[in-house]
T-cell receptor, first 114, second 114 residues
Framework: AQSVTQLDSQVPVFEEAPVELRCNYS??????LFWYVQYPNQGLQLLLKYLSGSTLVESINGFEAEFNKSQTSFHLRKPSVHISDTAEYFCAVISDTGRRALTFGSGTRLQVQP | NAGVTQTPKFRVLKTGQSMTLLCAQDMNHEYMYWYRQDPGMGLRLIHY???????AKGEVPDGYNVSRLKKQNFLLGLESAAPSQTSVYFCASSYLGLGSYEQYFGPGTRLTVT
């Protein structure tokens, strides 16, 4: 069994400030890690993923996340946020066995203020 | 290439009524999933399918049934709707191949049961 914990349900931040959204996971098997973003009244879009290789992964819009196996974390960061980054962010894990379905965290609502 | 589509987008039901949600994907994906999203709980897996003619239970299957008669379609049925099934329902699909773990999500169906 696996679980994902997103420690912050809401993160308010001012435009151009840095932000970190925290994600910790628990699993008895190896997992792959994802961040999905959900803009208001829309479906989920993949933001970035860690499958293997470099533990630092980046998205095309300036977000990055670092896989830390010893701390079982996959925190999401952006050095300077924009109003358009306002959305809900979900951390998720998947294992290579069985149903290969995502296990999601409860989500973090990022609110970027001018 | 429409990706993953869901029908309908919105629905209001009375307690005890039945309905079917349709999910269609045009990416020739083997895996398909139904999730429900509730505030503060992230997305939870209802049922999934690893191929045409096969279905299996997820975390929260009670009160729902599914069918996958065609590879491109995955139907979610509510036989007797209850207020606890008020939620946003997302369908997703993914490719079977090794190393391909990304799931593609539909836009969601917002269901209210009164």
């Amino acid at each position: 069994a696996q679980s994902v914990t997103q420690l912050d349900s809401q993160v308010p931040v001012f435009e151009e400030a840095p932000v970190e959204l925290r994600c910790n996971y628990s699993s008895s098997v190896s997992v792959y890690l994802f961040w999905y973003v959900q803009y208001p009244n829309q479906g989920l879009q993949l933001l970035l993923k860690y499958l293997s290789g470099s533990t630092l992964v980046e998205s095309i819009n300036g977000f990055e996340a670092e896989f830390n196996k010893s701390q079982t974390s996959f925190h999401l960061r952006k050095p300077s946020v924009h109003i358009s980054d306002t959305a809900e962010y979900f951390c998720a894990v998947i294992s290579d066995t069985g149903r290969r379905a995502l296990t999601f965290g409860s989500g973090t609502r990022l609110q970027v203020q001018p | 290439n429409a990706g993953v589509t869901q029908t309908p987008k919105f629905r209001v039901l009375k307690t005890g009524q039945s309905m079917t949600l349709l999910c269609a994907q045009d990416m020739n994906h083997e895996y398909m999933y139904w999730y429900r999203q509730d505030p503060g709980m992230g997305l939870r897996l209802i049922h999934y399918s690893v191929g045409e003619g096969t279905t299996a239970k997820g975390e929260v299957p009670d009160g729902y049934n599914v069918s996958r008669l065609k590879k491109q379609n995955f139907l979610l049925g509510l036989e007797s709707a209850a207020p606890s099934q008020t939620s946003v329902y997302f369908c997703a699909s993914s490719y079977l191949g090794l190393g391909s773990y990304e799931q593609y999500f539909g836009p969601g169906t917002r269901l209210t049961v009164t």
